[in-house]
């Protein structure tokens, strides 16, 4: 006969060997946290200038994550306190450091999606 000692052992043994292998097998994916917000003086979040026909838009985002842009025309961005990867409509990913403002007067780039890093 096993000791009852024994038995809770086993039993807590296999209870962490299946908590590690649940581990180990689920992956962790990534937050998807990003939050269009408003835009206000003296806030460090990323700042969008963009157009789409005749139509114009100056958007703000704060917190990581990535996000639809819709295939806008991107005239400037200020990424504020946050690392930017846009990526175009040509399939290219474009990284950009914080503290960046950038124009695009000649060629602006037209943005499917934007990820804050």
Request: with cysteine; charged share 25%.
């Amino acid at each position: 006969m096993i000791s009852k000692t024994k038995k809770v052992a086993r039993s807590a043994a296999v209870a962490f060997a299946a908590a590690a292998a649940f581990t180990m097998i689920v992956p962790t994916g990534n937050a998807f946290a990003i939050d269009h917000v408003e835009c206000r003086g003296g806030e460090d979040f990323l700042k969008i200038w963009s157009h789409n026909g005749n139509k114009q838009s100056v958007d703000c985002y704060a917190n990581g994550g990535r996000t639809s842009f819709g295939s806008w025309w991107v005239d400037r961005i200020s990424t504020g306190n946050n690392d930017l990867i846009y990526y175009d409509d040509n399939g290219d990913s474009v990284k950009i450091a914080r503290w960046t403002d950038i124009s695009f007067p000649n060629r602006p780039p037209k943005v499917k999606d934007i990820e804050i890093v």
